[in-house]
C-alpha cells in the first residue's frame, strides 16, 4: 500500500531519499476523486467536455498500488501540474500506465505524450521546450500490464510544468482508454565538482560562448558533456591536465560537464551563450 506512517516518513527523509516534486503523485487520499478540470488542484487541465475528461478513481482491485489512479477516456485529454525545479539539476521522471485489457490493441498514434515544460503558455498548458523534453508511450507495443515508465531531464529554469496528453482514438482503431498512477519527479544524486576538489579542478568561462577550458593538477582522463535531455552531445579523452573543448556549435542552454580524474567523478554546469 502507498500509505505510510508518519514515523516511516521521517525514516526515509533521514536516509536521503529524493523528494518527488510532485503533489499526489500516488493519487491517493487526500487528492478527491472526479473529474479533474480547470479548476481541480494540484492537477488541473484545460480541457472542458466532461466525457473527455480525465478522472481520479477509486478501485484498488485495478490500481496500480493503494486505492487511486488516474482514469483516462477514449477522447482526447490531458492533465497538468506545475513544480518548482533547481537550474542545472538532472531529474528523472517516473510513473506507470495500462492500456485496458479487452478493448484491442490500440494504434501506434493513439499513445500518451508526457512533457517537460515551461510553465508560460496559453490556457495553462505552458510552451514546449526546444528541443522538446518529452516521452511517447506508443500503444502498438504496450501489453495489457501495469508498466513503469522513465526519462531524465536537466531543468533549465526553476518553474515548470508537467503535462500529460493522450491521443484520441482515429476513426475505426480500437479503444485506447488508460489508466496511469505514481508519478514522480525526483532529483538525481549526482556527482559534484566539489569531488574533484583534490585535484584542483576548475572549468571556465561560465558563460561560454567558444571554448570551455578544463584545468587540474592531475591529468583529466575522460570528459563527457549532456544536454537537457541528458543525451551526451560530447566524448572527450583530453589524458592531460589542462584542454580547451570548443563548444561553439552546442546550442545556447543548460549542459552538464562531467569529468573523471584518477577514477573520480565530477560534474560541473555551465551555460552555453
Do not use: C
Request: neutral net charge; without cysteine; hydrophobic residues 40%.
Amino acid at each position: 500500500m502507498k500509505k505510510i506512517t508518519l514515523a516511516l516518513s521521517l525514516l526515509i527523509s533521514t536516509i536521503g531519499f529524493s523528494q518527488n516534486l510532485l503533489q499526489n503523485g500516488d493519487l491517493e487520499a487526500p487528492l478527491a476523486t472526479g473529474k479533474i478540470t480547470a479548476a481541480t488542484s494540484p492537477w488541473s487541465s484545460s480541457i472542458t467536455g466532461t466525457s473527455s475528461q480525465s478522472s481520479v478513481n477509486s478501485n484498488s482491485a485495478v490500481a496500480h498500488a493503494g486505492d487511486q489512479f488516474l482514469n483516462m477516456p477514449n477522447d482526447f485529454t490531458s492533465l497538468r501540474q506545475t513544480f518548482t525545479a533547481e537550474v542545472g539539476k538532472e531529474y528523472t521522471v517516473k510513473f506507470w500506465a495500462q492500456y485496458i485489457s479487452g478493448q484491442g490493441q490500440p494504434a501506434a498514434t493513439d499513445g500518451i505524450y508526457i512533457s517537460i515544460r515551461d510553465v508560460a503558455g496559453a490556457n495553462g498548458n505552458g510552451t514546449q521546450f526546444d528541443p522538446l523534453i518529452s516521452y511517447y508511450i506508443d500503444p502498438s507495443t504496450a501489453d495489457a500490464n501495469w508498466n513503469e515508465f522513465t526519462f531524465t531531464f536537466t531543468a533549465t529554469q526553476t518553474d515548470l510544468l508537467f503535462f500529460i496528453s493522450k491521443q484520441a482514438r482515429l476513426s475505426g482503431n480500437p479503444n485506447n482508454a488508460a489508466r496511469m498512477d505514481d508519478f514522480s519527479i525526483t532529483a538525481n544524486s549526482t556527482a559534484s565538482v566539489k569531488d574533484l576538489n583534490q585535484f584542483n579542478f576548475s572549468a571556465y568561462p561560465n558563460p561560454a560562448s567558444n571554448n570551455l577550458n578544463l584545468s587540474a593538477s592531475k591529468n583529466i582522463g575522460n570528459v563527457i558533456i549532456f544536454n537537457v535531455l541528458g543525451q551526451k552531445v560530447m566524448t572527450l579523452n583530453p589524458n592531460k591536465n589542462a584542454t580547451s573543448i570548443n563548444v561553439s556549435n552546442l546550442n545556447s542552454g543548460v549542459y552538464i560537464v562531467k569529468a573523471t580524474i584518477e577514477g573520480i567523478i565530477g560534474s560541473y554546469k555551465f551555460v552555453k551563450q
